[in-house]
């Protein structure tokens, strides 16, 4: 697969697949068409660039609400637009609270396609960002010591070095070396960017010292 941003189409209407294929390649898009759920599921790879999910809800077999359950099942984060001849009020909000981008009753508007398709390609690609952000904020947080990361967990719960050589009972000499190395590791400049990254990395519902989670440390030397 090329760099170029992809659309997977599941539909097993023939005449549906043709007619989206060519407009999405006119819009210069990859667009790899699938004519069942099951023959997506075996075949699909998720491209480097971002992509999205055309799909049908009505197909024989596995349908396109199914297919939405499996990708989830599967932690597949794929952005999904329903397109379907047979839509009502309850599949739209079943779709759309599993997380569907928009939903499409055919016949549609290429226009409208065009627009949700753009939607989609730009929150996958977002979305993406954000995996690499936080895959790079876990590789930071994995490269700091047990102290270090103790520290770190405090310094963002707002203690001051005091308090905090108060509750691991060290001085606060050390503390602050240690806060130094956290701060360089996490290659921030300011508790504040310290506190935007804990956020990200989900740090706040984890309890800061980790006395009753964790083993206990042996005291500093």
Known sequence: M???QSVFVVDDDVSVIRSIERLLR????????YRSAREFLRLFQRPQAPCCLLLDIAMPGLTGI???RRLVEKQLDLP???ITGHGDVATSVTAMKAGAVDFLTKPFDDRELLHAVRQALFKDKLAMRQRRDQAQI???IGALTSRENQVMRLVVSGMLNKQIAATLGI????????RG????KMQVQSVAELVRIAEKAGMFSIPAV???AQPALQPEL
């Open 181 to 184: 190395r956290v701060m360089r």
């Open 26 to 33: 006119s819009a210069g898009h990859n667009v790899f068409a």
């Open 210 to 212: 980790g006395l009753s």
């Open 138 to 140: 876990m590789k930071q």
């Open 171 to 178: 001085c606060e000499k050390t503390i602050k070396v240690h």
């Open 66 to 68: 199914e297919l939405q």
């Open 80 to 82: 999904i637009i329903f």
């Open 2 to 4: 090329t760099d170029l």
